[in-house]
Nanobody, 115 residues
């Protein structure tokens, strides 16, 4: 079982910044991808950003040019730097770790952007 510990959420004003962190406990499988998803009230969970073991990244259109995902392989930790936050970025942010056959989720951290 993999444990994902998230931190960094909170309340911020429109235009502000936050940095999310997610540390994964030692895994018995090779991590292929680490990512962040967002679930806004009344909406489905959606991908925000993902980083693959190769270092390749992928972003939702809404996150491009504002968010940066990075990864510390030695610490099994993934980060999401969020700048120029908007009220529509509000939601619960979930960390996700994927292996070839494994898929784990964090407990979620609330991000609220006030206008």
């Amino acid at each position: 079982q993999v444990q994902l510990v998230e931190s960094g959420g909170g309340l911020v004003q429109d235009g502000g910044s936050l940095r999310l962190s997610c540390a994964a406990s030692r895994t018995s499988f090779r991590i292929n991808a680490m990512g962040w998803y967002r679930q806004a009230p009344g909406k489905q969970r959606e991908l925000v950003a993902v980083i693959f073991s190769s270092g390749v990244t992928n972003y939702a259109d809404s996150a491009k040019d504002r968010f940066t995902i990075s990864r510390d392989n030695a610490k099994n930790t993934v980060y999401l730097q969020m700048n120029s936050l908007k009220p529509e970025d509000t939601g619960v942010y979930y960390c996700n770790v994927k292996g070839l056959l494994d898929n784990y989720w964090g407990q979620g951290t609330q991000v609220t952007v006030s206008s």
